[in-house]
């Protein structure tokens, strides 16, 4: 079974520029998260899909950043434009389909995005 | 309202000798408790995780858990070091489904 991929490993940019994070989650997961940590700091929560459905948004830093999951599979989060603080590695996990048992995230080897 | 505190932002230890990382928890509801394991440029893996089932759990790589719910801890332990056990340590609690992470413990192994 494939896990969680995430495209491009790296991408370096100039702020101003648009960027956009690809993530594929395992497959049958409806839960999928965007998680950020920026230069070694603590990994901070960007938000949560329920299938194709944003469950919680609260997580994100402001409108420069979107996230969609087409029809609940893969899921993209663009960066427009990008700025400087919004360096840092985007993890994105996924977990069982919703009704499951409790189970554990699977995460991706993360997105790392430099911004100069 | 849940959150997750690593006692120790770095722990070194001689390879060789037993490994305590710490964390406590605070959670209105029966958490499922997890410890992650990231090496550099590479993606959080799971050592073990905690369900309400034995309160004592076994991880890879020799790890484990012991969940005390009066003490309300999850420290991660291991007997003995090896080098390949540097990394950084995520301890991590779900309630429903949110995922409330620690800062982080770095690990050194000293040869």
């Known amino acids: 079974e494939a896990g969680v991929t995430q495209f491009p490993s790296h991408s370096v940019i100039e702020k101003g520029q648009t960027v956009t994070l690809r993530c594929d989650p395992i497959?049958?997961?409806?839960?999928l998260y965007w998680y950020r940590r920026v230069m070694g700091k603590e990994i901070k929560f960007l938000l949560h899909?329920?299938?194709?459905?944003?469950?919680?948004e609260s997580g994100m830093p402001n409108n420069r950043f979107l996230a969609e999951r087409t029809g609940g599979t893969y899921s993209t989060l663009k960066v427009q434009p990008a700025e400087l603080e919004d360096s840092g590695v985007y993890f994105c996990?996924?977990?069982?389909?919703?009704?499951?048992?409790?189970?554990?995230?699977?995460f991706g080897e993360g997105s790392r995005l430099t911004v100069l | 309202a849940q959150s997750v505190t690593q006692l120790d932002s770095h722990v070194s230890v001689s390879e060789g000798t037993p490994v305590l990382l710490r964390c406590n928890y605070s959670?209105?509801?029966?958490?499922?408790l997890f410890w992650y394991v990231q090496h550099p440029n590479k993606g959080l893996q799971l050592l073990l995780k905690y369900t309400s089932a034995a309160t004592l759990v076994k991880g890879i790589n020799g790890f484990e858990a012991e969940f005390k719910k009066s003490e309300t801890s999850f420290h991660l332990t291991k007997p003995s070091a090896h080098m390949s056990d540097a990394a950084e340590y995520f301890c991590?609690?779900?309630?429903?489904?949110?995922?409330?992470f620690g800062t982080g413990t770095s690990l050194t192994v000293i040869p």
């Open positions: 497959s049958g997961h409806d839960n």
């Open positions: 991590v609690v779900r309630t429903g489904n949110q995922f409330y």
């Open positions: 899909f329920v299938k194709e459905s944003k469950q919680d």
């Open positions: 996990a996924s977990s069982q389909r919703v009704g499951a048992p409790s189970g554990e995230l699977f």
């Open positions: 959670s209105s509801y029966s958490p499922s």
